[in-house]
Nanobody, 115 residues
Framework: QVQLVESGGGLVQPGGSLRLSCAASGSISSIPVMDWYRQAPGKQREWVAQIASGDHTAYADSVKGRSTISRDNAKNTVYLQMNSLKPEDTAVYYC?????????WGQGTQVTVSS
């Protein structure tokens, strides 16, 4: 089982930046795919970004050009750097790990973009 703990959320003004972290309980070097999702109040959870083996990355159109997903295998942590934040980015952000044993989720971290 993989335990994931997100952190780095908070209140930020429009145009600001945040870096979210997702710390795993074990090595992430063998996890083929890790994703970030988000869920805004009253909306379904939506996919945000992915980093796969070989550090291949992909982004939702809504964050492309403003966000960067990365991983530090030595720290067993995946990051989501978000810039030029907008009020519509307000949501709980979750990371997930896709493994051969199943998909594991963290508890989420709240991001609020407001002036």
């Amino acid at each position: 089982q993989v335990q994931l703990v997100e952190s780095g959320g908070g209140l930020v003004q429009p145009g600001g930046s945040l870096r979210l972290s997702c710390a795993a309980s074990g090595s992430i070097s063998s996890i083929p795919v890790m994703d970030w999702y988000r869920q805004a109040p009253g909306k379904q959870r939506e996919w945000v970004a992915q980093i796969a083996s070989g550090d291949h990355t992909a982004y939702a159109d809504s964050v492309k050009g403003r966000s960067t997903i990365s991983r530090d295998n030595a720290k067993n942590t995946v990051y989501l750097q978000m810039n030029s934040l907008k009020p519509e980015d307000t949501a709980v952000y979750y990371c997930s790990a896709v493994t051969v044993r199943g998909t594991f989720w963290g508890q989420g971290t709240q991001v609020t973009v407001s002036s």
